[in-house]
């Protein structure tokens, strides 16, 4: 028997994510899942591409209650899709203004789905609708009586588990950002305006295997820095200066995410200190964290470990999970009671405020094994490296 067409990975890691997901609907009485995200149609169809950078056309892909996906695609994408392992490909030639595919669609959720049935659409955290609002509710009026009802939980349940195809991916990802952090000191050093690295950082990541790389991040300071998040600006290193760079590099659709830190020059005692607690931190959650617990209790183990060495955490969540978006559920948070399975890829991001409302952040990528964390990063060192 001839293998079936696919992409990124062979056709039955898709069929096992389909029959996992239409396990799920069942348990929730959905009909049917529709999907218009990115990396929702990316994660049943392979359908890898940059072109989503254009928010001129929707995409739509129906996972019915049995059998098959049908993608319900602009004419533009037909040739890849019809590269994956998908078989029912519809499509219109987008864009058309009025209906840009939404009579299409709407026939074939009317052939797939009952008129008392369900269509279950991901509407939670996380989730967005990529198609115009006033298309569809005109959709959920041609379709009435049939229902639209939330599938975040059906997506996010599946989706959070990470098959060892995934966690494959996902390591090579993480091994190119390894590569790339060894290579820094060619680039960063004092006097250099950190705009420059940032590009220098980019190109690295590409040298070493990136496909693109999505996000690149950090910040410089003395003894720390104000955000993780602020672009780059041409301020040049000084010494006693504490550079971050955090990169989402992405290979096969796969990120990694995580990030280091580089002293420039002597850096004060303090920095150090704090660099060392986030070092412990990350350890002890490393050392303790395991299936069955809740995404709070990874927030505790890391906060209280930091608080125990006299540092209070910078905010926010400390860690997310990973895998076909930079970041994805949980978020290690105080509030966020999703239970940590098996198989899930996860980032332990611990961050401290340093002193004159400067932080330090660091962050690992794990996968969740039943006896606790995998390293998918390569571990940081416990003392900060000094550029020249």
């Known amino acids: 028997m001839a293998e079936e067409r696919s992409l990124i990975f062979p056709a039955q890691e898709y069929r096992a994510r389909v029959a996992r997901l239409q396990a799920k609907m069942a348990a929730n009485a959905q009909d049917a899942l529709l999907l218009t995200s990115a990396a929702d149609i990316f994660y049943v169809t392979g359908f890898l591409t940059r072109f989503w950078e254009s928010p001129a056309r929707p995409w739509f892909i129906i996972i019915p209650a049995n059998g098959d996906p049908v993608a319900v695609i602009p004419s533009i994408g037909a040739d890849l899709m019809g590269k994956t392992w998908m078989t029912t490909i519809r499509t219109w030639p987008a864009p058309v203004p009025g209906d840009d595919g939404l009579s299409l669609l709407a026939e074939t959720l009317a052939d797939m789905v009952p008129a008392t049935g369900s269509i279950a659409l991901p509407m939670g955290l996380e989730t967005h609708l990529r198609m115009p609002l006033a298309d569809y509710l005109t959709l959920t009026t041609r379709l009435a009586p049939r229902r639209?009802?939330?599938?975040?939980?059906?997506?996010?349940?599946?989706?959070?588990?990470?098959?060892?195809?995934?966690?494959?991916?996902?390591?090579?990802?993480?091994?190119i950002a390894d590569r790339a952090y060894a290579r820094v000191p060619e680039f960063a050093a004092t006097g250099r305006p950190l705009n420059q690295i940032f590009r220098d950082f980019q190109r690295v990541l590409l040298e070493e295997g990136a496909d693109w790389v999505?996000?690149?991040?950090?910040?410089?300071?003395?003894?720390?820095y104000g955000d993780v998040i602020s672009p780059a600006t041409d301020q040049p290193l000084q010494t006693g200066d504490v550079l971050m760079l955090d990169t989402g590099a992405v290979r096969d659709g796969y990120f990694c995410d995580f990030?280091?830190?580089?002293?420039?020059?002597?850096?004060?005692?303090?920095?150090?200190?704090?660099?060392?607690?986030?070092h412990v931190a990350t350890d002890r959650a490393l050392a303790t964290l395991r299936p069955g617990m809740l995404a709070r209790d990874a927030h505790r183990i890391l906060s209280d470990e930091l608080a125990r060495h006299g540092f209070a955490d910078a905010g926010g969540r400390l860690g997310h999970g990973l895998g076909i978006t930079l970041t994805e559920w949980p978020s290690f948070t105080p509030l966020d009671t999703t239970e940590l399975v098996e198989g899930m890829v996860l980032t332990l991001e611990p961050g401290a405020v340093v002193e004159g409302g400067t932080i330090l952040v660091h962050e690992?990528?794990?996968?969740?094994?039943?006896?606790?964390?995998?390293?998918?990063?390569?571990?940081a060192p416990r003392d900060l490296p000094q550029l020249d």
């Open 364 to 379: 690992e990528n794990i996968v969740l094994r039943a006896n606790g964390p995998e390293l998918l990063s390569t571990r």
């Open 148 to 175: 639209f009802v939330d599938g975040t939980d059906t997506v996010q349940r599946v989706r959070e588990i990470k098959s060892k195809a995934e966690v494959v991916k996902i390591r090579a990802a993480c091994a």
């Open 214 to 224: 999505s996000y690149v991040a950090g910040g410089a300071g003395q003894g720390g």
């Open 259 to 278: 990030d280091r830190n580089y002293a420039v020059g002597p850096v004060s005692a303090q920095t150090h200190r704090a660099q060392a607690a986030l």
